[in-house]
């Protein structure tokens, strides 16, 4: 893992309660260990490839998101079942 968040919030008498998934794609960016390199771009497991994705197609963050292709879908699900499978070792 190279790096999570935690979303915390509390409650009407002061309780602090997780208000978020913790340790998900959608949270943290798994990055592979044998290929990390310094100051390279890595390749992940998580939700940043649909963000590059994003970024390429010249969307301006103030309109809705377009639609994402079918091959991005399959290829982010793949990228998250992969993620499953290296943290539980069971298939999804």
Known sequence: MADTKFEFGRDAKGV???GDEALTPDSSRFWELSTWQPGSAQGSFDKQFV???LTQSGWDKKSPPPELPVEIVE???ARYE???FR???SKF
Do not use: N, P, S, W
Request: no cysteine; hydrophobic share 40%.
């Open 87 to 89: 943290i539980t070792g």
């Open 51 to 53: 963000r590059d994705f």
């Open 75 to 77: 290829k982010t699900a």
């Open 16 to 18: 602090i309660t997780l």
């Open 82 to 84: 992969e993620a499953y």
